[in-house]
């Protein structure tokens, strides 16, 4: 009948499993656990399932996603090829890894990338036959007294069987006999054998038996084991000790102190006497870690404790404890004590972290995982139950899995490197015990760069002032920028963006050092000819797509004192400066006799030019002013005053290094009414050089208004709402200090017309009433004097928005 339960247990067994493996066969969700089934001790490369197939994977991608059983797991006893086959790596022996009493379990993470997938398979280890029954000796003798009763019991030693389930001890044979029978007790999961005496025994007949107990368990092939019983029989000493419960049970704490008393076990003995003395002592028949832990004193049956006790190595341990009397023969009986150890949380939380890499890119998008971490706690209950938690302002965070305590860490938020570079993310793991327990593990985590910075000018724009007169093919600036990325992202490199080949554009006389944004000018500037212009330089780094920045370079020229004063009158015929004036000889103290004009082309003091007389044939004659050239009578000619004097003027500026130009007047006194007929004949040359001037004019004037028509029209309106009073007897001139330069001013009156062009620079003032910069030319044809002055207005306002324009663009 037994034999029969146990092959229909069987088969459900096999029933249930099929059914389990044909619902994972159909089973869509990938991340859910598969279970497989192999008995114990199958050869090694057994095939265990194929995961690719049961998981949907494409076995062609498998190489190169990296299917892979991940450290931290039970790895050590399978494998998997590149084929998503699971096979056994080496011989599993169930009853070494399990506990026989329940379900063998064995849990594989299995992972794989691109994209990454975490599945869970769960490998159960089915129990074979492969153990006999054996007892911890070959021989039990007992001694029983002639006056035992019938029906009394001996217990015999159990047999050991390290299979499962129907493979362990399921019946007791004895061998046959009239007075000894077999009695099997279940206590728990054990079977303990009972020997019954069925009919009295007398010494006088026969002292001695010898039976064999057999030990055979439910597996197919049965397997047994057998113990040889020697029974003595002793005469008298009839009682037998007896407990006052069959199985003593009792709860013990973990850790608990050395010396506890954990619990008393009390038998009697009916007899007087040493009949009745009783002692007690552990069964012979125990597991040798039950001598290390617990104590047990022969004459009070008290149990102490008497090593460590931890509820992690084992739950629950069965003493049997045999008290026996002082009679001879002794008679013995035993008792099983049951000692159930609580669980306290001693125990602090493992983390196991494996780390897919250590390197994240900054750019990496959230939910981008990291690391696998799992988290185990060796106690139980509340005690084994663990919370995670990250370090605070790490932009990371703990994603949980289907499995418990498995966690994955993946990016939270957006990082970037320039800002922080490196995360030390301490991981935190405390149970729910009382009081908790918490263990911790710090996982580096270093962010790599990407070119998301382009390079950056700290000014922009940048002015360069710089002299003129340089020398071509020297530095005149290093542009420096800098980039925030790293390596090959942050080298920058440097060239000048080409203008559009206008008159302003300077970028052909530049050239750029690209590694060092050395700028060198390949040729000499000119601050009369160019006094500012401006260039984009562009800066870009070597990152993959390249960034890039520019930046506005202006430059202004700075003058140098490196033009000669030029002579603008007197001029002769030839070139010369030299002039003849003629003046009448009864012309009084003060009388302007001529006017020095000079230019030069430099600005500010370079420019600043100032006059002085060098040689002159009567100091007491004439007076030139410093400032603005005049030469004036100091006094009345006299009869003894020769009729021509001779000055050498000295034109000199006022730079650190001065230049200077002189020019010479020869004046000529006359008679009054010589002096008047000159004036008449000069006034005819200066006519026609009036006439000529003006049909230059006119031809100019007409090319600049067919250029600039529209600008022009804008400016004279502009120039005309100006409130100008050109009927005064003198205009207000610029003080510029003797100097004639590019702009041109005019002044009417009803003899004279006047050509102006003082050099001025920003900041100069105008100062009302100076006229000391006139070129006075008489007029006795009043006829043309209009027409002139007509012209001249034109062109001085043509001549003005001409200048105007040519700064501005």
């Known amino acids: 009948m037994m034999e029969h339960e146990g092959q229909r247990s069987r088969w459900d067994c096999w029933w249930i499993a099929l059914c389990f493996s044909f619902l994972l066969y159909f089973e869509e969700h990938v991340s859910a656990q598969i279970r497989y089934s192999i008995p114990e001790e199958v050869k090694d490369g057994t095939v265990v399932g194929n995961i690719a197939k049961d998981l949907g994977l494409d076995v062609g991608t498998l190489a190169e996603r990296r299917l892979r059983i991940v450290s931290g797991s039970n790895d050590d006893f399978f494998q998997v090829n590149q084929n998503g086959v699971l096979h056994v790596h080496k011989k599993i022996d169930r009853e070494a890894l399990c506990d026989s009493h329940s379900a063998c379990v064995i849990n594989i993470k299995i992972v794989v990338e691109n994209p990454l997938e975490i599945h869970y398979i769960a490998v159960e280890v089915t129990d074979v036959n492969d153990n006999s029954p054996s007892f911890s000796e070959h021989e039990k003798r007992l001694e029983i007294s002639e006056s035992t009763a019938q029906g009394t019991r001996f217990q015999l030693k159990a047999a050991r069987d390290p299979d499962a389930g129907v493979n362990s001890v399921r019946i007791y044979k004895l061998t046959q006999n009239e007075h000894f029978d077999l009695e099997v007790r279940d206590q728990g999961e054990d079977k303990l054998p009972f020997l019954v005496l069925q009919k009295s025994l007398d010494r006088e007949i026969n002292d001695e038996y010898n039976l064999v107990l057999t030990a055979v368990d439910g597996g197919n092939p049965q397997r047994s084991g057998t113990l040889n019983v020697t029974v003595v029989v002793l005469d008298n000493n009839d009682n037998r000790p007896v407990f006052s419960q069959d199985i003593y049970s009792t709860n013990l704490e973990e850790n608990i102190q050395v010396g506890t008393l954990v619990i008393q076990v009390q038998a009697s003995d009916a007899d007087h006497g040493s009949n009745g003395e009783v ?73 196991d ?61 957006s990082l970037d490197r320039e800002i922080v570079s490196h995360y030390d993310i301490t991981i ?20 790599s760069d990407v070119n998301d910075n382009p390079p950056e000018f700290s000014l922009n724009p940048i002015e360069l002032y710089m002299t ?32 559009n080949g206008t008159q302003s554009d300077m970028t052909s006389f530049l050239n750029i050092n690209s590694e060092t944004g050395a700028i060198y000018a390949l040729k000499s500037f000119d601050f009369e000819t160019v006094k500012t212009f401006q260039f984009y330089a562009l800066a870009s780094d070597s990152g993959t797509p390249s960034l890039s920045s520019n930046v506005t370079v202006k430059v202004f020229i700075l003058d140098q004192n490196d033009n000669v004063p030029v002579i603008l009158y007197p001029i002769s ?63 009345s000619f006299t009869e003894t005053d020769e009729a021509q004097q001779k000055l050498l003027i000295l034109v000199k500026d006022n730079g650190n290094v001065s230049f200077s130009a002189t020019a010479a007047v020869i004046i000529k006194v006359v008679e009054p009414k010589e002096a008047f007929a000159t004036s008449d004949v000069k006034n005819t040359v200066k006519d026609e050089e009036e006439n000529n001037l003006t049909f230059y004019l006119i031809i100019t004037l007409g090319s600049v208004s067919v250029l600039f028509v529209i600008s022009i029209i804008v400016l004279i309106v502009m120039q005309c709402s100006k409130s100008t009073d050109y009927s005064s007897k003198y205009l207000q001139d610029t003080n510029y200090d003797g100097t004639l330069c590019h702009s041109i001013q005019y002044r009417s009156g009803d003899k004279r017309y006047m050509l102006v062009g003082p050099r001025m620079s920003i900041g100069s003032t105008i100062v009302p009433g100076s006229n000391g910069n006139t070129l006075v030319i008489p007029d006795r044809r009043r006829r043309d004097s209009g027409v002139v002055r007509a012209v001249l207005l034109f062109l001085h306002l043509r001549l003005t928005c001409f200048i105007y324009l040519f700064f501005i663009f």
């Open 428 to 447: 935190t793991a405390s149970d729910l015990g009382q009081p908790p327990l918490s263990s911790y593990k710090t996982l580096s985590v270093q962010v």
């Open 279 to 351: 002692t007690y002592a552990f069964g012979s028949d125990q597991n040798p870690k039950v001598y290390e832990l617990f104590s047990l004193d022969k004459l009070t049956g008290d149990i102490h404790v008497k090593g460590d006790v931890d509820f992690e190595d084992k739950s629950i341990y069965k003493l049997d404890v045999q008290a026996s009397d002082n009679g001879q023969p002794p008679m013995k009986t035993d008792c099983r004590v049951v000692i159930k150890i609580l669980d306290t949380n001693d125990n602090t939380p493992e983390i």
């Open 573 to 635: 015929a030839n070139g010369s400066a030299e002039g003849l004036e003629e003046i009448p000889r009864n012309v009084n103290a003060g009388h302007l006799v001529t006017k020095v004009r000079a230019y030069d082309a430099d600005i500010g003091y370079n420019g600043w030019l100032l006059f002085s007389l060098q040689e002159v044939s009567d100091h007491s004659l004439f007076g030139l002013d410093r400032y603005t050239g005049q030469i004036r009578t100091l006094r």
């Open 353 to 413: 972290v494996t780390s897919l890499s250590k390197m994240v890119s900054e750019d990496s998008k959230p939910g981008t995982v990291i690391s696998l971490i799992s988290v185990t706690d060796r106690d139980t209950g509340v005690n084994g139950k663990v919370v995670c938690a990250l370090s605070e302002n790490v932009p990371f965070e703990l994603k949980s899995s289907v499995q418990e305590n498995m966690y994955s860490l993946v990016t939270k938020g």
């Open 468 to 499: 003129e007169n340089n020398a071509a093919g020297a530095p005149i600036l290093t542009l420096s920028a800098f980039d925030k990325d790293l390596n090959e992202n942050s080298v920058i490199s440097y060239q000048i963006i080409k203008g």
